[in-house]
Antibody, heavy 119, light 110 residues
Framework: QVQLVQSGAEVMKPGASVKISCKASGYTFSSYYVHWVRQAPGQGLEWMGVIHPNGIGTFYAQKFQGRVTLTRDTSSTTVYMELSSLESEDTAIYSC????????????WGQGTLVTVSS | QSALTQPASVSGSPGQSITISCTGT?????????VSWYHQLPDKAPKLLIYEVSERPSGISNRFSGSKSGNTASLTISGLQAEDEGDYYC??????????FGTGTRVTAL
């Protein structure tokens, strides 16, 4: 079955960078897009970006341009999300989710990774 | 890329129908029939309810239906049940490979 398993919770200092992993299994890794969505405590869902694991490219929300980087390792079927220049407002649960190409919906989600930014 | 606008809360009695609106712009909702809807329970991942404005994935009750007019998409829940409580989010393709979520709506069955 399709599984997206994310790395564990992180506590970071302001100004630092965090890198979260999302290991995919149960499907052909290169055939599906992987998106990242975050949710601050008590807040709504916020789309951050998408990576096409077949190497076509990445797209980011304007808000995160220059601060977020999505990469993938096809040998380990893992997608990574790195967010830099962390601020307290970046405290949130970060989740990866899979999209069947050109369907524009998200059916499978990772368990979420809590990132806490605190001095 | 501003969030799509949803009402903060909607409530109804069990058995009633409720509708949640999702208002965007001509750059997102108005330009693409790529609106999806999700139901989220506390500390759980969102669950897909509707895709491509009005399509239901297998296993989703036909009590959930979607529509769109202009820059506004809507989700209707017919025969509201206690299990339908939770947060609902719309999401739209916004061009250039990007997406935008709605602000979220808390549904309560009175």
């Amino acid at each position: 079955q399709v599984q997206l398993v994310q790395s564990g919770a992180e506590v970071m200092k302001p100004g630092a960078s965090v890198k979260i992993s999302c290991k995919a299994s149960g499907y052909t890794f290169s055939s599906y897009y992987v998106h990242w969505v975050r949710q601050a405590p008590g807040q709504g869902l916020e789309w951050m970006g998408v990576i096409h694991p077949n190497g076509i490219g990445t797209f980011y929300a304007q808000k995160f341009q220059g601060r977020v980087t999505l990469t993938r390792d096809t040998s380990s079927t893992t997608v990574y999300m790195e967010l830099s220049s962390l601020e307290s407002e970046d405290t949130a649960i970060y989740s990866c989710t899979r999209e069947t190409p050109r369907t524009s919906y998200f059916e499978h989600w990772g368990q979420g990774t809590l990132v806490t930014v605190s001095s | 890329q501003s969030a799509l606008t949803q009402p903060a809360s909607v409530s109804g009695s069990p058995g009633q129908s409720i509708t949640i609106s999702c208002t965007g712009t001509s750059r997102d909702v108005g330009s693409y029939n790529l609106v999806s809807w999700y139901h989220q329970l506390p500390d759980k991942a969102p669950k897909l309810l509707i895709y491509e404005v009005s399509e239901r994935p297998s296993g989703i009750s036909n009590r959930f239906s979607g529509s769109k007019s202009g820059n506004t998409a809507s989700l209707t829940i017919s025969g509201l049940q206690a299990e339908d409580e939770g947060d609902y989010y719309c999401c739209s393709f916004a061009g250039s490979g990007t997406y935008v979520f709605g602000t979220g709506t808390r549904v309560t069955a009175l």
